[in-house]
């Protein structure tokens, strides 16, 4: 017999509320175990695969290769694309978001000669599961890179961008230089928020989260990005819409004054995701990779 958290619940905002109102009465212990798989649980696009095609098919004169790639030690499986050839570039999508989020940047990347990688993490897009989390993240990139190697560079978006700084400072991929694309803070920072969203009163949300450090083997305190970016030491630039809805400007700031080295800036009026499509941007992006390569030793 299926317990109640494992029955679908109304559909729409307020129902929602509802719901969780009612369920942190009657059954409080069901409320919170929903509430923590809602949590680690992404959207996912229906048209994910019919996206990516629509993302890759307006490549030109590049050569591209999809991957079925599986980690034999934890058993992660990620559908990744690569782009191009020379030296690796990590593309790393947001909470939510798709490989396909990073078509035009990895085009970007492989027209100046790089070999770009972009992969749905594990519960988005065109990879299995449901659920996901900081941790699923990194060990995707962890496969990725156990595949195909080390990055040159590291690019990620939102909650990717998270995932590229304890790419650095955690997992110990040597990149060379880092773009970050409206960085999200970690998952520690919307608590309150997503508790709020769905009605979750306060004393359940404490229940919550010990159930969701239950799912995701760590603390979210551990997975703090700008607590982690005081450890990395290359080169970085930070782009980021100051009117930000969904990440807060104020993050990127506090990213750029703990990571030495690294350079904010502002990207007013491209919002959370037209951003990744802004020419201009893109075009800093590549630049900033290409003067910090010849900035090097030879």
Same mark, same amino acid.
């Given at each position: ?125 065109? *990879? ?93 305190? *551990?997975?703090?990005?700008?607590? !982690? ?54 075009? !800093? ?14």
């Amino acid at each position: 017999m299926k317990s109640t958290t494992d029955r679908p619940i109304p559909i729409g905002l307020r129902a929602l509320k509802l719901w969780f109102s009612l369920e942190s009465r009657l059954a409080p212990s069901s409320a919170e175990r929903r509430a923590a798989r809602m949590f680690v649980t992404p959207p996912r696009h229906k048209r994910g695969l019919s996206r990516h095609i629509e993302a890759t098919s307006s490549i030109n004169g590049l050569s591209i290769r999809s991957l079925d790639l599986v980690d034999r030690k934890t058993g992660v499986r990620i559908v990744a694309t690569t782009i191009g050839d020379g030296p690796l570039v990590m593309l790393l999508h947001g909470w939510g978001g798709s490989a396909s989020d990073m078509i035009p940047l990895a085009s970007a990347f492989a027209r100046a000669g790089h070999r770009s990688v972009v992969f749905d993490m594990p519960g988005h897009g065109r *990879s299995p599961g449901r659920e996901s989390s900081l941790v699923e993240f990194m060990r995707a990139m962890s496969a990725v890179s156990g595949a195909l190697g080390v990055p040159d560079i590291i690019v990620g978006h939102s909650f990717g961008g998270s995932a590229a700084v304890f790419g650095i400072t955690e997992l110990g991929l040597p990149v060379r230089t880092a773009v970050l694309v409206s960085p999200a803070p970690g998952p520690a920072y919307y608590v309150e928020r997503f508790s709020r969203t769905i009605g979750l009163p306060p004393e359940r949300a404490v229940g919550m989260m010990r159930r969701v450090v239950e799912r995701v083997g760590r603390s979210v305190e *551990s997975l703090d990005a700008l607590v !982690a970016a005081r450890g990395a030491e290359v080169p970085a630039i930070i782009f980021h819409d100051p009117a930000d809805r969904e990440v807060p400007y104020e993050f990127a700031v506090h990213m750029a004054d703990a990571w030495t080295g690294s350079l904010l800036v502002p990207a007013p009026a491209l919002g959370h995701k037209r951003i990744l499509r802004d020419p201009a941007t893109i075009a !800093a992006a590549v630049d900033f990779a290409r003067a910090e390569k010849s900035a090097l030793p030879s």
